[in-house]
């Protein structure tokens, strides 16, 4: 398969802080980029998306930041829930194909 | 509106067995992925189907097939199945590439 996710990397914050997700992709030519969230035992639903033609976006709660210089993108929430614990992919979507490609996915756990 | 919907939920076959799994897209969405996600190699992409053709697909053998049907509707197939066939089988719809692609519930297939 194409995708690595051998390591499952956990980030934990309080409830009301900001938690920052990061994730690193791998195609210079990917032009779109979406973050889902995944529940234990659902499928990943779709948060935000950014396109490469952009640098930041922003949502209810959530940012989104672009920096194709490194290949690097990060999701942001802001005063984090404990329903925002779920394991969290980032996905780009290789140009001129519509495969997209997922990140290993992070896991946030948020504590009272 | 009707999210991506999955059938069946759960799923328990024997090796050497074949297995469908059926995917109702979201009414208007066009585009269909499916996906395989397992603990050990994360989310992988199988392949993509528009207006019932076949249009990206994943680095996985022969035995896994799909099809489109007129009305959006999608099928894969496994056949001869092996233990590590395990997973969980998703399903995402959208409305062209460069959208957001939404995932349904997933199939658990379990093979014995």
């Known amino acids: 398969g194409e995708n690595v996710g051998l390591h499952l990397p956990t980030l934990s914050v309080q409830e009301g802080d900001n938690s920052i997700i990061n994730c690193a992709y791998s195609n210079s030519a990917s032009d779109y980029f979406i973050w889902y969230k995944q529940e234990s035992g659902k499928g990943p639903q779709f948060i935000i998306d950014i396109r490469s033609n952009m640098d930041k976006r922003q949502g209810q709660r959530v940012t989104v930041l672009l920096n194709k210089t490194v290949k690097h993108l990060s999701l942001q929430i802001a005063a984090t829930q404990p329903g925002d614990s779920a394991v969290y992919f980032c996905?780009?979507?290789?140009?001129?194909?519509?495969?997209?490609?997922f990140g290993t996915g992070t896991r946030l756990q948020v504590f009272p | 509106k009707a999210g991506v919907t999955q059938t069946p939920r759960y799923l328990i076959k024997t090796r050497g067995q074949q297995v469908t799994l059926s995917c109702s897209p979201i009414?208007?969405?066009?585009?269909v992925s499916w996906y395989q996600q397992t603990p050990g190699q994360g989310l992988q992409f199988l392949f993509e189907y528009f207006s019932e053709t076949q249009r990206n697909k994943g680095n996985f053998p022969g035995r896994f097939s799909g099809r489109q049907f007129s009305n959006s509707r999608s099928e894969m197939n496994v056949s001869t199945l092996e233990l590590g066939d395990s997973a969980l089988y998703l399903c995402a719809s959208s409305l062209a590439r460069d959208r957001e692609a939404f995932f349904g519930q997933g199939t658990r297939l379990t093979v014995v």
């Open positions: 009414s208007g969405h066009r585009s």
């Open positions: 996905a780009e979507l290789l140009h001129n194909t519509d495969k997209l490609i």
